[in-house]
């Protein structure tokens, strides 16, 4: 097949700049059109962004001219990736499947959807094969801190658990490019983010779930939150508590959790990571300015085990594991799944 024609709804936006960094070099994914709000449509990419990645404005998507999100702008592309706010996602996504374009999606409406999958690919690249009998193909990627957060989960939740409390701590980026003023979260936290916590274990369980009848059954999970958000600005981390009904070896647990490849089968994944979790015995690690660089990668410390309790420290980059990264992950297991 010819490269992958791709389109990107709210390009200008911090997902949209690392998605633009992703497919800059792609060998598989062409990105041959930008979208950005009616009030920079028309403009070139690079005079209407603010731009806030490392490094120039990718030179070969720096002229060109923003579009429209309306259907007539993405006709001739095989499918287009969205980072549109929330709020507006809902309307535009629909109208493009209502026109029989294919969408690959980071925002929140229709993830709970139970005949649309909502893809981490290490945990639920599976739940891909339901796109099979859609005429137009529509596919999620959950929230990022839930993308974060349930990758040890894939091993954690074969344990005998009581239950899992969470408490997150957030990165500004993940509240988008105008997002917070920085008057409220300079040298401040914020004990609050609406609809965080009902989110990420909502969106756990579908991961986890099973597909009978063409639609996915979400697992049941006993998980509690809390969500923070904090003067940082990449990277979200968690704590997580798990009480456990049987006693375990952390050692083993720690290598299982090493040695998760799921997706090792595939060949052409540029970015699926070669350690999807990476495990650190340095009691000062993970860190956001020393472990968010890659970004696939989820990293874990403080790995401890104690009175039936299991600790650990998570940490993942918000906009390439939790957003950019997965959406392109996602599209490049669909092709080696032979699914476009
Ligand atoms: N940030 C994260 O860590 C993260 C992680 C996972 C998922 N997500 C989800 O990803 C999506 C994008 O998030 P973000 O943080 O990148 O947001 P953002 O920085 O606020 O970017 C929003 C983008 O949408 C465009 N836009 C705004 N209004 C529009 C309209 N009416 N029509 C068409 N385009 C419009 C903006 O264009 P202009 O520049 O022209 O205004 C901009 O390109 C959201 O749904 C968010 O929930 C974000």
Not at 108 to 116: A, G, K, L
Not at 131 to 149: A, G, H, L, Q, Y
Not at 213 to 242: A, C, D, F, Q, W
Not at 289 to 305: L, N, Q
Request: charged share 25%.
């Amino acid at each position: 097949m010819d490269r992958i024609k791709v389109s990107l709804l709210g390009s200008t936006g911090v997902v949209g700049q690392k998605m633009i960094k992703l497919l800059e070099h792609h060998p598989d994914i062409e990105l041959v059109k930008v979208s950005a709000s009616p009030l920079n449509a028309g403009k070139k990419y690079r005079d209407a962004v603010k731009w806030v990645e490392p490094g120039n404005i990718p030179e070969k998507f720096g002229d060109l001219k923003l579009v429209s999100s309306e259907p007539e702008d993405h006709r001739d592309v095989d499918y287009v990736l969205s980072a549109l706010p929330s709020e507006i996602a809902e309307s535009i996504e629909l109208k493009l499947i209502k026109n029989k374009i294919n969408v690959i999606s980071n925002a929140s409406p229709y993830r709970m959807n139970n005949e649309i999958p909502l893809i981490n690919p290490e945990l639920n690249y599976n739940h891909l094969n339901l796109i099979e009998n859609m005429d137009t193909k529509f596919v999620k990627n959950p929230n990022c801190t839930s993308t974060i957060m349930s990758m040890p989960l894939a091993e954690i939740l074969n344990l005998d658990y009581r239950s899992i409390n969470l408490v997150t701590l957030q990165a500004i980026s993940g509240a988008g490019f105008t997002g917070l003023p920085y008057m409220s979260i300079d040298d401040n936290i914020i004990p609050y983010i609406n609809g965080e916590e009902e989110k990420i274990p909502r969106e756990i369980s579908k991961m986890f779930g099973y597909i009978d009848s063409n639609k996915i059954v979400n697992k049941t999970l006993k998980m509690y939150i809390t969500s923070l958000r904090v003067p940082v600005k990449i990277g979200h981390m968690g704590i997580m508590n798990v009480e456990l009904n049987e006693k375990i070896d952390v050692n083993d647990l720690k290598n299982r959790l090493k040695n998760f490849r799921p997706l090792r089968k595939f060949n052409n994944l540029y970015n699926a990571p070669e350690n999807p979790i990476v495990i650190h015995e340095e009691n000062n690690r993970p860190q956001n300015i020393m472990d968010t660089y890659s970004g696939m990668e989820v990293h874990i410390g403080r790995v401890e085990y104690k009175d039936n309790n299991l600790r650990l420290i998570i940490l993942g980059n918000n906009l390439v594991r939790g957003a950019a990264g997965i959406t392109v992950l996602t599209l490049e297991t669909m092709k080696e799944m032979k699914l476009i």
